[in-house]
């Protein structure tokens, strides 16, 4: 098994490279992305759902808000339910303890965390819990829709590095992406105050 690892053909390691470069990527665009010189990201088209009173804190009170700010029909597994948030977010929510040290939420120190009966989805993309920051979605993630265009396509450089003894390979890839909206906002977000 190790061998096998150690002498990975140069194709497999630039497939592996350049998939993880673009994958994150992709990524970025998709969750925060403006709408007009990139894709609308899944928080740029999210509706408002709940404010936060503080600047650096979330209550449960909020997240069963923003829960209810969905319309019931939406809240369903078959529409991929759920939470969006970073792990610096789900790292927030395990630590918040009642005022006799209990922590409130035994849900989210699972090995698959929920809330609620509903799964998290991590996203590093998604802002930390800061002033005016949005860190946390709920909705059904099923109507944010993904277009790739042609799929991946990877060019070789030769002569343009020849001189060096090198060789380049560039990624190209075409996507968009928005919510699907029948005018009930099945995403919803909670920002900061």
């Given at each position: ?101 209990r ?34 979605l ?17 060019r ?7 001189d ?30």
């Open positions: 098994e190790f061998r096998r690892v150690l002498f990975r053909s140069l194709e497999q390691i630039i497939s592996e490279l350049m998939g993880e470069r673009l994958g994150r990527y992709i990524n970025a665009q998709l969750t925060t992305g403006v709408g007009t010189t990139a894709p609308s990201g899944v928080v740029t088209g999210a509706y408002a759902g709940v404010t936060a009173a503080a600047q650096a804190a979330v209550t449960p009170d909020e997240l069963l808000s923003l829960l209810h700010s969905v319309d019931p029909s939406y809240r369903d597994a078959a529409y991929n339910c759920g939470w969006m948030f970073k792990d610096a977010t789900l790292l927030a929510l395990k630590q918040v303890k009642d005022g006799q040290g922590y409130l939420f035994p849900e989210l120190r699972l090995p698959e965390p929920r809330h609620e009966g509903f799964p998290v989805f991590i996203n590093q993309q998604m802002a930390t819990i800061a002033h005016s920051a949005v860190p946390i709920f909705g059904a993630f099923r109507k944010y829709k993904v277009r790739i265009v042609n799929g991946i396509r990877v070789r450089l030769v002569e343009r590095y020849a060096l003894d090198q060789e380049a390979f560039v990624g190209y890839i075409r996507f968009d992406g928005g919510i699907h909206d029948a005018g009930t906002h099945p995403i919803k977000k909670l920002t900061m105050a």
